[in-house]
């Protein structure tokens, strides 16, 4: 989780555009998979739990009858605990494998939540136009390739991990998630070296990425097109080293906003808007959280590494409080 070395106005707008729609991709693919549970906070609401036709999650994924801090925060312990130790044994094929079969059924979710309705087939439909994307995706990597896919991704693991957790959970994990993220960049540098690990060891990085140059490495990347064939320049660029800044966005900056507004979705389905349940709070967390980044955004200083989940965090509880106020 984290930022890193964002120097330019536009890449900052890019990465803030992508991780907007991202969250609006995130709430079309949450209402189709929203199924109301019992909320302990409603104050004015009565038989919240009226029943509202939505889909199953694909693959026969059962939902947790009894959402808890317990079942999420052991889960995200879980993955952070194997992914250290395939990493501490250098298993970067296994992590890899992981990652491939992770992102896949995200974006099936993703995908099937287009169709009317869910059935295997379905499924199956979804599945198999996902592969290639994700064939593409390890295969044939482009910024447009990997952002485009990260787009899918995240939505379909909120709708998974939304079901696991009720508002008091999440609200305690995205403090205990900011505080962590914050040791972990700024003291032991963890998030560095994970990050670091996926995108030069495994080759598959979680989260958005954008590379940008400066003027001056631009114009000797001209200067080869004009005089090399596009294998020709590949082969040089293998023997020349040119500097490329890099800005990233982790997975969990972009996926913990989204399980919050899910979660909320699911509780209080009454506050719609737009025909959409739970709308109303959804956007009370997906503003403060978009409000957080472009604060962070906007005050770091370029090649330094920061946590954004205190920044999100920050937003979606200011968010929260603002609406729990007017509502």
């Known amino acids: 989780m984290g930022d890193k070395g964002k120097g330019k106005l536009s890449v900052k707008l890019i990465l803030l555009s992508l991780f907007l729609l991202t969250q609006i991709i995130g709430i079309m693919v949450l209402n189709e998979y929203n199924r109301p549970i019992e909320t302990i906070f409603d104050r004015n609401q009565t038989n919240i739990t009226d ?28 993955a952070f605990a194997i992914f250290f130790a395939l990493m501490k044994y250098k298993l970067k094929y296994i992590i890899k494998a992981w990652f491939i079969v992770v992102i896949t059924l995200a974006i099936s979710i993703t995908i099937a939540s287009v169709f009317n309705h869910n ?71 963890i998030m560095q070296k994970m990050a670091k690990y996926q995108m030069e060891e495994v080759r598959i990085f979680g989260g958005l990425l954008i590379a940008s140059m400066d003027k001056k490495t631009k114009e000797k990347l001209k200067q080869l097109k004009q005089k090399y064939t596009r294998s020709e320049i590949k082969k040089k660029l293998s023997k020349k080293k040119f500097k490329v800044q890099l800005a ?80």
């Open 119 to 189: 059935t295997n087939g379905i499924s199956l439909i979804a599945l198999s136009i996902a592969i290639p994307l994700v064939i593409l995706k390890i295969m044939r990597p482009s910024q447009i390739i990997h952002n485009g896919t990260e787009l899918l991704i995240y939505p379909g693991i909120a709708a998974i991990l939304a079901t696991l957790i009720n508002p008091l959970g999440i609200i305690i994990v995205l403090i205990l998630i900011a505080i962590y993220d914050a040791w972990a960049v700024w003291q032991s540098g």
């Open 51 to 78: 029943e509202i036709q939505t889909r199953q999650l694909p693959f026969n994924l059962e939902e947790t009858d009894e959402p808890s801090i317990v079942n999420l925060l052991l889960s995200i312990l879980l």
């Open 248 to 327: 990233a966005l982790g997975g969990g900056d972009i996926v913990f906003p989204l399980i919050t507004m899910g979660v909320f979705m699911r509780t209080y389905p009454k506050q719609e808007l737009w025909g959409i349940p739970g709308l109303i709070p959804a956007l009370f967390i997906l503003g403060g959280s978009l409000i957080g980044l472009t604060h962070l955004f906007f005050i770091l200083k370029q090649k330094k590494a920061y946590p954004a989940m205190p920044w999100i965090s920050s937003g979606i509880l200011a968010g929260l409080l603002l609406w729990w106020i007017i509502f």
